[in-house]
């Protein structure tokens, strides 16, 4: 029998389609049901925010492989990322509940592997939300660091460098913030995801938009403000340098001069990979909000591929627009330039300094990326409580019945103080040294990506039979296209577990594998201990 695609009638009341599929799979519609497709577009959206992952890793691509992996590489990262992205589209048409992967997890797995197929979706998605949290107010409170030393006269003219208890205090304030607007009811942090999504498109300027209005769930709005966004950045930036790349250098130059003694291109190539691959996650926030998404069983599925799709237009033009004001990358590399190494930060300040004589406008323009990111940590805070509300209901959590609690505006606000706690905690790690934080925020690629296959991978092999798809199903295709997305995680987890630098010592290693590695030996254990005598996999509430 298929499942309902559209708004059905129950005696004299309209039941929301969503909402009949989550009574038919056990769950009480507990949470407000108010946003609408634009909304749930804009929450993932949000989360991935190029503006965000290719400001923080920009340096990333820079060093390994240069124009050549930036341009081409996100291509490539980006085709791939949207298999994965349609299947787990087909699979939320499916099961539109606010626990996603995890829940998916033990519906494809069958009776016998249900619990623990859920168990290590779960604790996977759930880390890797929280280290996301982390990396990305993280990678905002070192913005703001690199805003105030440009502003203070760059590192050259005795500006203000914050000291690492000053970063983590901005990270702090950041994530409190976050928190508070999080915890306002679902009308209010529906315009707050709206203006996010906005934000992101413009690139540039907001103004005048009536954020409840009809003008914000508009296609062409969204549309016409992403194309306005491409154009300014990809001619504001170079145009303002003075000095500017050729085309040839842009599409051609393959930078092999990484400090890092690594001599293969391929090798290179591949490293370079991380920038495009770590901005393009985030995107299952359009699963968890489902419960909260008006049609969900539509919408939640156009939600994921439309932040997808949009992400991989707006930030190749983003790309480009930076990308054509380098003409120096061991310069706007070096720790000793005004940005303090921070090569974004450095073109935007030199590309106004050299033309106009301040570099101001290049810092207003660093404020404008800094909001965007504000905007990122927001919507991931808001995923991240939804997660924690879905798998503590399943009673998965430790103190379960206190995080799955919702207040008076049909808010998880407990689940939303928690999750940004844990993530501050996180962040703890960067007092001791950098290395032992990219540790912990790199389960934010690869963790989130396993969880984000596991699912898949039960659709395509266990459940390759028996899934009933929902409204949004790829057909024929389905099978073929989740296999391109569990072989294309499988790869980008060994490729991004390699060395990053030779010789392999205590301050060079790539510490991704005993992070993620750890993070499977908690999960597995802590099972065959204790869980799998008491977690049954998600628990219905009617």
Known sequence: MG??????????????????????????????????????????????????????????????????SLVYGWFIAGGFTMFVGLSMAEICSSYPTSGGLYYWSARLAGRNWAPFASWLTGWFNIVGQWAVTTSVDFS??????????????????????????????????????????????ISVLSFFG??????????????????????????????????????????????????????????THFNTDNGEGINSKVYIFVLGLLMSQYTLTGYDASAHMTEETKNADK???????????????????????????????????????????????EIFYLAFKNRYGSGVGGIICLGVIAIAIFFCGMSS??????????????????????????????????????????SFCMALTSLGSLVAFQAMVSIATIGLYIAYALPIFFRVSLARKSFVPGPFNLGRYGVVVGWIAVLWVATISVLFSLPVAYPVTSETLNYTPVAVGGLLVITVSWWIVSARHWFSGPITNI
Request: neutral net charge; glycine residues 10%; without cysteine.
């Open 299 to 345: 919408n939640g599925p156009k939600g994921i591929i439309s932040a997808i799709g949009i992400s991989i237009i707006f930030g190749w033009g983003y790309l480009l627009g930076i990308t054509f004001a380098v003409t120096d990358i061991p310069y706007l590399l070096s720790e000793d330039n005004d940005a303090g190494g921070y090569a974004i930060a």
């Open 140 to 185: 905002l409170a070192q913005l703001i660091q690199v805003i105030i030393l440009l502003s203070t006269g760059g590192k050259n003219g005795g500006g203000y460098e914050a000291s690492k208890y000053v970063v983590i205090a901005f990270h702090g304030a950041i994530l409190s913030m976050h928190a508070i607007i999080n915890s306002l009811p």
């Open 381 to 422: 805070v808001t995923s991240n409580s939804r997660m924690v509300y879905a798998f503590s209901r399943d009673g998965a959590m430790p103190l379960s019945s206190l995080w799955h609690k919702v207040n008076k505006q049909e808010v998880p606000i407990n689940a939303v103080w928690l999750s940004a706690f844990i």
């Open 194 to 251: 709206q203006l996010a999504a906005v934000w992101n498109l413009l690139g540039m300027k907001i103004s005048g938009l009536n954020m409840n209005s009809g003008l914000s769930n508009s296609p062409f709005l969204t549309y016409s403000s992403l194309h306005l966004g491409v154009v300014l950045l990809m001619i504001l930036i170079p145009s303002v340098a003075t000095e500017r790349a050729s085309a040839k250098f842009v599409f």
């Open 3 to 68: 499942l309902p695609s559209h708004t059905v009638e129950n005696g004299s009341v309209l039941v929301d389609s969503g909402q009949s599929r989550l009574r038919e799979l056990g769950y009480k519609q507990e949470l407000k049901r108010d946003l609408s497709v634009f909304s749930n577009f804009a929450f993932s959206f949000s989360i991935i925010s190029v503006l965000t992952g290719i400001t923080t890793l920009y340096n990333t691509g820079l060093t390994f492989g240069g124009p050549i």
